[in-house]
Structure formats: C-alpha cells, structure tokens
C-alpha cells in the first residue's frame, strides 16, 4: 500500500577523512553516508528505524555531482556559511558507501577551518537529504523498518561534534512529496518481505559504520508536528484497533502520482536548460526563453549548441600570431600593406611606411573599405558611404581584420613605451591558471655540525615560509562603428587603443607600486615592512651616506628563518620618490673632486642604481627604500597568464553597437615574497 506525505529536509552524520587532503587543490575526501540504521522518532507518535539504501539505482546523485554547497553546520541563509562545494562528478558510491571530493574555499575567513581540517580537528560532517520514496515493513514484535530506496543528498556540512542533536530530523524549509509503500503483511521470523526484492546492507554498515552514524535522535517537534498535521488529513477509515496500518491514507489516486511525475520532470527540464546555459556563458535570457516557451529538453540541447556555434563564429581573436617564413598568400600580404599605410599615417616616426604599403597612402578609411570589399568580390558601385561603411564591417571582407590588427599594433607600442620602473627590482613569472600560487619562501641551509670519529652524520632540515598570490583579469571594449569610417576618424581606432596602452602599462605599476605604499601582511600576519622582520629604520633619517649605509648594515645582518644564519644582503637600487631623485643621482653620482674628505661617497654606495618613482610621493615624499637584486633574493614577484603577456586584444561583429568591438584584456597579479630583500627608511 502506498501512502504519499510530504516531508522536510533531513540530516544524517558523516564522516571526513584528514588524511585524504590535498593542500594544493585545497580537497578533501568525505564518507557522506554508510547506509546504517539510524532511529527516528515517527510522526505517528512511535519510533521506528531508518535506513539508506546505497544500491545506485537507489540514490540520486545528480545534485552532488553538480557542485552541492559545502556549508559550516546546515546554514542556509547568508553567503558565509557557503565554505566549499563538493566537486563536480566526484559523488559516487563505492563498496557500499558513498563517497565524494569536497574543495574548500580560498576565502580569508575559511583559511582558519581549512586548517583545523588539515590538522585533523575537524573530522565530523552532516549531510542533508530528501527521501521521495521509502518501503516500510514490520518485523513481528519490533520497530518499523522505513527504508529510503529513492533519495537525494544534495548537501553536506561540517558540523562540530557528529551527533548533531538536530540533525535527526528536520530543519524548517520547503516540504517535498514522499511515498511510503507499506507492506501489509508481516512475515514469519522477523524477517521483511522486501529482504528478497532489495539487497541488503553489507555485514559491516552495522557494525563498524555504526559508529560514524547516528544512533540516536531527537524530535524536531515543530516538523513533527507538521508531519502529523499532513498524516492526519490523509489518514483512511478506521478499521480494527490491532490494524498496523491505520495511521496511512488509501492509496493515491493515479492524478495525484501523474502530477507528482509532471513536477519533477518539469524541475529536472528547468534546471538541466539553466545547468547547460550556465555552463556555456549564455545569456540567461536566452535560457529563461526557452523554459517560457515550454522547449524539451532535447530541443534545448539542440538550440543551445546552435547559440553557442553562433558565438564561436561571430568571435574572432588576434593574440601574438606568427607566421612561418617562406611564402605568404596574397590576401595577407595586402592585409598587411593597408594596415601598414594606416600606421604610418597615424604616425610616421613610429611605423615607417613599407614597400607594398605605397599604393594604399592618401587614401581615406571609407575608400580602403570599398577597397576590401572589391577584393572580397563585392560589388560596391552605387552603393552610398553608410552602406559602404556597414558592408565593409560586417562581410567576409579583411577590413574589420585591418582595423583590429592597427588597433593591436597601436596599443602593444603605447603598453611597452610606457616607463614601468618596478621591473628592474622584482621577477617576473608566468601563470598556468588562475589558482592561487604558493610561494616557498626558502630559509638558510642547516648549519654543519661537526662529527666525532665513528660519529653520526645527523639529518638537518630548510625552514620554510610561504605565500600564496593569484592572477587577475583587467579588460575594457573599444567600439569601431560606422560612423567612424565615414568620418575618416583614424585617431578612433590609433590614438584611444595607445590610450589604453599607456592605462595597462599604469595599472601594471598601481598594483605593484600599491604593495610597497600600502605595506600589506605577509604569511606571518606581520607587515611588510615592520621592526620585527628588521626592515624598517626605528627613526626616520634624511637621505645620505650616513642614513644609507646604516640602511645597508642592517640589511647585511638580515637573519634567515632560523633566526641565527647571516645572509649578508647587498642591496642593488635605491628606490625614491620623486621628489628626492635630484638628492638621488647626486649621493650616487660620480666623485669630482669634494672640497672635504668627508664627503666622499664610497664605492659600494655609488654601485647602487636609483630608481624614482611618483606614485611614492602621494604616500611620503620623505621615505626612501633599498631593494637587493632578484637574483640574490626574492623581493616582489609579478605574474602573467602564460601564453597571454601583456595586453591582449580580441575583435567581434559588435551586438550592441553598429560596427566591431575590440576588447582589451589584462590577467595580472603581484605579491611581496620576502621582506628580506627590501628596507625603508620614512625619511626626514
């Protein structure tokens, strides 16, 4: 007999494993559930026990397998209680137990419980769960056996202690349908009916599971009562008084489970078009039109591809391409000849004028344009400026091609033009992703001990600090239109692109000039520059021989991490702002001859090459700072994406404007990686 409630939420113990950790993806394997039976507190007013069938085709693990939230103790209502997400595709079931791969945020307020997680203080987790479906059967003279052969974990939560008390039951939310399916007649022995039609636990889930399971719970007795409320109305005619099943409703009418069926398949075709849009960078108006037209599932499938091929040739990109040598086609080489013309009259100093660029010079935008299209094969007589310009921007004529390429050239000429004096003191590497990346901040070799005859050599270890930085990515869109081409305004596409150069090439500088004037933490939670890493003058002194060799000294003492090793540091620029460059260059300038013996510069003070920057001024114009070569140690290291240095340009036939859309991009990121290497001085 089947029997439809609705229920609520409900939870269960689990259990994380420590020593499944992997501290560079930032994972963690998770034991989400042991099948175990687990006692409930029934909504009929007797307990009964419940058990989680682990059989696949019982379990619906499509949830999990899309990135279920990762939550601190069930919270549902604010952001912060989001810590990780389980990884997608990890969910599965194996042995009898379900299993998945949990990765923890890299948010500042989650590093604290991702290393007690690593520690392993944190080794009990809760999941949360839905039942659609249970079988309950009676043995003769024990408690109701309800087994959930059709159900949905869709998350888990790190939980203090594994006994969570209200975890039995249910937190207050949104209800869902449930079946229960009663078998009426109770069978000799204590045994179930369904014992022959499911398969059951495995010997061990009773015994060595039981301890990571539940074993006994409490009421939620608002949700029991609501549980009540719905079973009561549903209940069916009383029959006798020893009738076990009394409490459950006759069975549902074949509506009512055809409707059921129509919600769910609705949910599941609202969340897989969503789930895919999503998934494709779509535009989710494109995904909410297809749910209000009321398109299957497959047909979404089918239109979805269809957009995202749309995309795809509608986007063209121009990175750093080369060409091999040897023979180039025609269409190229004039390619190159117009834009070469184009350059050249943006400005003559800068792009010499080719050979095969000659027959291209004096003529205007709006001509070059009827230009490609002739040699595209389109006929333009009689066609009027605006359909020129129009044709020209959106055929398979070369030109928006030309226009993108005079764009790049322009703009990677302003970038690289543009003085970037932070490149001299700091290294530079390449990222493969966008993951954080952690940098070992190595210490000094374990120091030699001596070793008595027949001695033992003893083992020694390299200290080891670390810090961690990732890429990211900066961007605008230029747009060309129209209107551009029939005005000939070549500064449009020319003079704002080497704006956008010069505005890279100073965000480069903000981020990494910003880590020396705002002085950020390190991994040891201490300044960057501070009186305990040794690297900050106690008084602020003007710039001289006396106030830098001091400086010096005190950066040669410089300790490694064990506190005791000397580095001997020597620093090789001396970094100031500008309003102290002219004091720079003549502290370092070559003697002449000094009408007193004490002001002669030394040698090793003179070696040091200044470097001036302004964006110091704003923060002090009296600190000045030493920094050591990169080659001896880490200072500041700076990062691009590997294969994309610098800026990058991508062109597309614009959408919301009338002609081509240029998008420069940025993925950039910078980090201080020792305070050994740097000293300042505040100045007076």
Same mark, same amino acid.
């Given at each position: 007999?089947?029997t439809?409630?609705?229920?609520?939420?409900?939870?269960?113990?689990?259990?994380?494993?420590?020593?499944s950790?992997?501290?560079?993806?930032?994972?963690?394997?998770?034991?989400?559930?042991?099948?175990?039976?687990?006692?409930?507190?029934?909504?009929?007013?007797?307990?009964?026990?419940?058990?989680?069938?682990?059989?696949?085709?019982?379990?619906?693990?499509?949830?999990?397998?899309?990135?279920?939230?990762?939550?601190?103790?069930?919270?549902?209502?604010?952001?912060?209680?989001v810590?990780?997400?389980?990884?997608?595709g990890?969910?599965?079931?194996?042995?009898?137990?379900?299993?998945?791969?949990?990765?923890?945020?890299?948010?500042?307020?989650?590093?604290p419980?991702?290393?007690?997680?690593?520690?392993?203080?944190?080794?009990?987790?809760?999941?949360?769960?839905?039942?659609?479906?249970?079988?309950?059967?009676?043995?003769?003279?024990?408690r109701?056996?309800?087994?959930?052969?059709?159900?949905?974990?869709?998350?888990?939560?790190?939980?203090?202690?594994?006994?969570?008390?209200?975890?039995?039951?249910?937190?207050?939310?949104?209800?869902h349908?449930?079946?229960?399916?009663?078998?009426?007649?109770?069978?000799?022995?204590?045994?179930?009916?369904?014992?022959?039609?499911?398969?059951?636990?495995?010997?061990?889930?009773?015994?060595?599971t039981?301890?990571?399971?539940?074993?006994?719970?409490?009421?939620?007795?608002?949700?029991?009562?609501?549980?009540?409320?719905?079973?009561?109305?549903a209940?069916?005619?009383?029959g006798?008084?020893?009738?076990?099943?009394?409490?459950?409703?006759?069975?549902?009418?074949?509506?009512?489970?055809?409707?059921?069926?129509?919600?769910?398949?609705?949910?599941?075709?609202?969340?897989?078009?969503?789930?895919?849009?999503?998934?494709?960078?779509?535009?989710?108006?494109?995904?909410e039109?297809?749910?209000?037209r009321?398109?299957?599932?497959?047909?979404?499938?089918?239109?979805?591809?269809?957009?995202?091929?749309?995309?795809?040739?509608?986007t063209?990109?121009?990175?750093?391409? =080369?060409?091999?040598?040897? !023979?180039?086609?025609? $269409?190229?080489?004039? %390619? +190159?000849? &117009? *834009?070469?013309?184009l /350059? #050249?009259?943006?400005?003559?100093t800068?792009?010499?004028?080719?050979?095969?660029?000659?027959?291209?010079?004096?003529?205007?935008?709006?001509?070059?344009?009827?230009? =490609?299209?002739?040699?595209? !094969?389109?006929?333009? $007589?009689?066609?009027? %400026? +605006?359909? &020129? *310009?129009?044709?020209? /921007? #959106?055929?398979?004529?070369?030109?928006?091609?030309?226009?993108?390429?005079?764009?790049?050239?322009?703009?990677?000429?302003?970038?690289?033009?543009?003085?970037?004096?932070?490149?001299?003191?700091?290294?530079?590497?390449?990222?493969?992703?966008?993951?954080?990346?952690h940098?070992?901040?190595?210490?000094?070799?374990?120091?030699?001990?001596?070793?008595?005859?027949?001695?033992?050599?003893?083992?020694?270890?390299?200290?080891?600090?670390?810090?961690?930085?990732?890429?990211?990515?900066?961007?605008?869109?230029?747009?060309?239109?129209?209107?551009v081409?029939?005005?000939?305004?070549?500064?449009?596409?020319?003079?704002?692109?080497?704006?956008?150069?010069?505005?890279?090439?100073?965000?480069?500088?903000?981020?990494?000039?910003?880590?020396?004037?705002?002085?950020?933490?390190?991994?040891?939670?201490?300044?960057?520059?501070?009186a305990?890493?040794?690297?900050?003058?106690?008084?602020?002194?003007?710039?001289?021989?006396?106030?830098?060799?001091?400086?010096?000294?005190?950066?040669?003492?410089?300790?490694?991490?064990?506190?005791?090793?000397?580095?001997?540091?020597?620093?090789?620029?001396?970094?100031v702002?500008?309003?102290?460059?002219?004091?720079?260059?003549?502290?370092?300038?070559?003697?002449?001859?000094?009408?007193?013996?004490?002001?002669?510069?030394?040698?090793?003070?003179?070696?040091?090459?200044?470097?001036?920057?302004?964006?110091?001024?704003?923060?002090?114009?009296?600190?000045?700072?030493?920094?050591?070569?990169?080659?001896?140690?880490?200072?500041?290291?700076?990062?691009?994406?590997?294969?994309?240095?610098?800026?990058?340009?991508?062109?597309?036939?614009?959408?919301?404007?009338?002609?081509?859309?240029?998008?420069?991009r940025?993925?950039?990121?910078?980090?201080?990686?020792?305070?050994?290497?740097?000293?300042?001085?505040?100045?007076?």
């Amino acid at each position: 007999m089947d029997t439809m409630i609705e229920l609520p939420a409900m939870r269960r113990t689990a259990e994380l494993a420590p020593n499944s950790v992997d501290t560079d993806a930032r994972t963690v394997e998770v034991i989400w559930s042991a099948g175990a039976r687990v006692r409930r507190a029934s909504f009929f007013g007797e307990s009964y026990d419940e058990e989680l069938s682990l059989d696949p085709a019982h379990v619906r693990l499509e949830r999990l397998n899309a990135g279920a939230p990762f939550l601190k103790v069930h919270e549902i209502d604010t952001l912060d209680a989001v810590i990780g997400s389980v990884v997608p595709g990890s969910a599965r079931i194996e042995n009898g137990r379900g299993i998945a791969q949990v990765r923890i945020s890299e948010r500042a307020d989650v590093e604290p419980i991702w290393r007690d997680i690593q520690a392993g203080h944190i080794r009990a987790v809760s999941i949360g769960y839905q039942v659609h479906r249970f079988d309950i059967s009676k043995p003769d003279g024990g408690r109701e056996l309800w087994r959930a052969v059709d159900w949905t974990p869709f998350e888990i939560s790190a939980v203090p202690v594994g006994a969570d008390p209200a975890a039995g039951f249910r937190a207050r939310g949104e209800h869902h349908d449930c079946v229960l399916h009663r078998w009426d007649a109770p069978t000799e022995q204590g045994a179930s009916p369904m014992t022959d039609k499911t398969p059951a636990a495995p010997a061990d889930q009773t015994n060595e599971t039981a301890a990571t399971e539940e074993t006994t719970m409490t009421d939620d007795k608002t949700g029991a009562a609501e549980a009540q409320a719905h079973a009561t109305d549903a209940r069916s005619q009383p029959g006798p008084s020893n009738q076990k099943t009394a409490s459950a409703k006759p069975e549902a009418p074949d509506t009512e489970a055809v409707a059921t069926r129509a919600r769910e398949a609705e949910r599941d075709r609202v969340s897989t078009i969503y789930d895919l849009a999503g998934r494709l960078n779509l535009e989710r108006s494109f995904a909410e039109d297809l749910v209000k037209r009321g398109v299957s599932i497959d047909e979404a499938r089918r239109l979805i591809l269809d957009q995202v091929a749309a995309k795809s040739d509608e986007t063209r990109t121009f990175g750093q391409v =080369s060409i091999p040598l040897g !023979g180039r086609d025609e $269409r190229i080489t004039r %390619r +190159d000849a &117009v *834009a070469s013309a184009l /350059l #050249h009259r943006y400005s003559p100093t800068l792009f010499p004028l080719e050979d095969a660029a000659r027959q291209y010079r004096g003529m205007t935008l709006l001509e070059l344009a009827r230009e =490609s299209l002739g040699n595209a !094969g389109v006929n333009t $007589r009689g066609l009027s %400026r +605006d359909e &020129v *310009a129009t044709r020209a /921007l #959106h055929s398979t004529s070369d030109f928006p091609e030309i226009l993108a390429a005079v764009t790049n050239k322009t703009l990677r000429q302003a970038y690289e033009a543009y003085p970037r004096t932070f490149m001299l003191f700091c290294r530079q590497v390449l990222a493969t992703d966008f993951k954080a990346m952690h940098r070992v901040q190595l210490g000094e070799a374990p120091q030699l001990l001596e070793v008595g005859e027949s001695g033992e050599f003893k083992r020694g270890t390299l200290g080891e600090s670390k810090e961690s930085y990732k890429v990211k990515t900066y961007g605008r869109v230029v747009a060309i239109t129209r209107q551009v081409l029939i005005n000939d305004d070549l500064d449009a596409f020319t003079r704002i692109p080497a704006m956008y150069g010069n505005s890279i090439a100073q965000l480069e500088s903000d981020v990494v000039w910003g880590i020396v004037t705002s002085n950020p933490a390190m991994a040891d939670g201490t300044a960057l520059f501070h009186a305990n890493h040794r690297n900050l003058a106690g008084t602020g002194a003007a710039l001289d021989v006396t106030s830098v060799g001091a400086a010096r000294a005190a950066m040669a003492k410089q300790t490694g991490l064990d506190k005791k090793t000397v580095l001997n540091i020597r620093p090789a620029f001396l970094i100031v702002p500008a309003a102290l460059e002219l004091k720079a260059e003549r502290l370092v300038a070559q003697n002449l001859v000094p009408a007193q013996s004490g002001n002669v510069v030394p040698q090793s003070i003179r070696t040091l090459a200044p470097i001036s920057e302004p964006r110091l001024d704003a923060a002090s114009e009296t600190a000045w700072y030493l920094a050591a070569s990169p080659n001896q140690i880490d200072t500041i290291e700076y990062a691009y994406l590997e294969g994309q240095q610098g800026a990058y340009i991508e062109t597309r036939n614009g959408f919301d404007v009338d002609g081509v859309e240029i998008k420069c991009r940025l993925d950039f990121g910078a980090k201080a990686i020792d305070w050994r290497g740097l000293y300042k001085n505040p100045g007076a």
